[in-house]
């Protein structure tokens, strides 16, 4: 099969833009806290169906778009998943995770129990399609798969951030509860679990910096 080559739609700004627009941005992104408690207040589904299309503008290994995005705004399927969530973390920190991994956590204050599940108006679960299907039903290998679903959440959530909503990124361990739970093809893994929404009032972060650019940058001349 060929593609049809298009010209580039592409518009060069002129450069006191380019900085404004990056600096805005970088400030804008420097206020993203990760939430674990969130207010029952309701949030507008188009904030949550534009930040599923951003997501999906994302590249994807061959354009497979190997993702799928499950929003649930039912009280019952929340119940049911953090119930399933809680059952596997209560086991996770009373035995399962080694000491080592309990302590780099303890400065997150994290425990088994996860109120946030069903207080949070929706919960996105992101899964990743290991393999496609072909209308006939025969499947199609899919390529860089994680970096692809990976890269397609760091949007999703850069784009509910700048709707001014709060995120937590969690993965629940194991997570096989979810395609169980959602009734998911076979062909779909789940990737992490976003509950969305806006913070409880009383919300704390724990005080914890992100490196600097020096840390983590290296530049080749
Ligand atoms: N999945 C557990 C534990 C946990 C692990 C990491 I790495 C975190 O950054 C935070 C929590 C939980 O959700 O509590």
Avoid at 68 to 89: G, H, L, P, Y
């Amino acid at each position: 099969m060929t593609i049809n080559m298009l010209p580039l739609d592409f518009n060069r700004l002129p450069p006191e833009e380019q900085s404004a627009r990056s600096r805005q941005f970088l400030e804008q992104m420097q206020t993203r806290r990760t939430v674990r408690q969130f207010a029952r207040d309701p949030v507008p589904f188009e904030l949550i169906e534009n930040a599923v299309a951003v997501a999906s503008t994302a590249p994807s290994g061959a354009n497979q778009q190997p993702w799928s995005f499950v929003v649930v705004k039912n009280a019952e399927i929340k119940r049911q998943i953090r119930e399933a969530a809680e059952a596997e973390e209560r086991e996770n920190y009373t035995w399962r995770m080694p000491q080592e991994w309990v302590n780099t956590l303890a400065p997150l204050n994290t425990d088994w129990h996860k109120p946030h599940l069903e207080d949070a108006p929706y919960l996105i679960i992101v899964f990743s399609q290991t393999y496609g299907l072909n209308p006939d039903g025969s499947k199609r290998k899919h390529y860089y798969v994680t970096e692809s679903v990976g890269i397609a959440v760091g949007m999703l959530l850069t784009s509910l951030h700048l709707a001014g909503l709060a995120t937590l990124t969690h993965t629940p361990s194991p997570m096989g509860f979810l395609t169980e739970i959602l009734h998911r093809p076979e062909n779909e893994r789940p990737f992490v679990l976003i509950p969305v929404g806006y913070p409880a009032p009383e919300a704390v972060v724990p005080d914890i910096k992100k490196k600097s650019v020096s840390d983590v940058i290296t530049v080749v001349e």
